[in-house]
């Protein structure tokens, strides 16, 4: 499988619910998601990693549809360049990143080990101190921060490297 079809195969869903919030129509959203790809194919020379994959391909996505929008005036959609609009589809496309950015966190954490994976787990979610988690494995404080700093660091680096590995 090629880099692109990996990104396509990852993020094909996310532009396309992407596009079907802001049209609220099922054909156009996936004529616009196979636009979207296509144009990421032939400008993938143009993208400097400034950004996520993600952001880029749904930026890609609003301007496609905006571009739909000025040449087709039969499209029945609510236009995004008045700021109102044009500000909740920000809001839209950072939600639906968001909660794709959770996904591909917790798939990661699902990769640590045991102890490591319940340290971070308990601190992000449970909300614990570094104290309760030690307490509750029966360690320090301080080891319950060198494990979820370790842990932490583990995540980042296979994250970039999933991003990297990615877009090259």
């Not at 990104?7 to 004529?31: G, M, R, S």
């Not at 920000?90 to 917790?106: F, G, H, P, Q, S």
């Not at 404080?141 to 995540?155: M, P, Q, V």
Request: charged share 30%.
């Amino acid at each position: 499988m090629s880099n692109f079809e990996k990104i396509y195969k990852d993020y094909f869903e996310l532009v396309y619910k992407y596009l079907i919030l802001l049209t609220n129509n099922q054909d156009i959203a996936e004529e616009l998601t196979q636009e979207t790809f296509y144009k990421a194919i032939t400008k993938i020379h143009m993208f400097t990693g400034k950004s996520k994959v993600s952001t880029w391909l749904c930026q890609i996505a609003k301007n496609l549809l905006l571009n739909e929008i000025r040449h087709n005036k039969k499209l029945n959609i609510i236009p995004l360049d008045d700021n109102k609009n044009l500000e909740s589809s920000y809001i839209i496309e950072e939600v639906i990143i968001a909660n794709d950015e959770k996904r591909e966190l917790y798939k990661a954490i699902e990769k640590l080990d045991k102890n490591t994976r319940l340290v971070i787990l308990y601190r992000i979610c449970g909300n614990l101190s570094f104290k309760e988690i030690g307490e509750l494995f029966n360690k320090s404080e301080n080891w319950a921060r060198i494990i979820f700093f370790r842990g932490k660091e583990n995540l980042k680096e296979g994250l970039i490297w999933k991003i990297k590995k990615n877009v090259i």
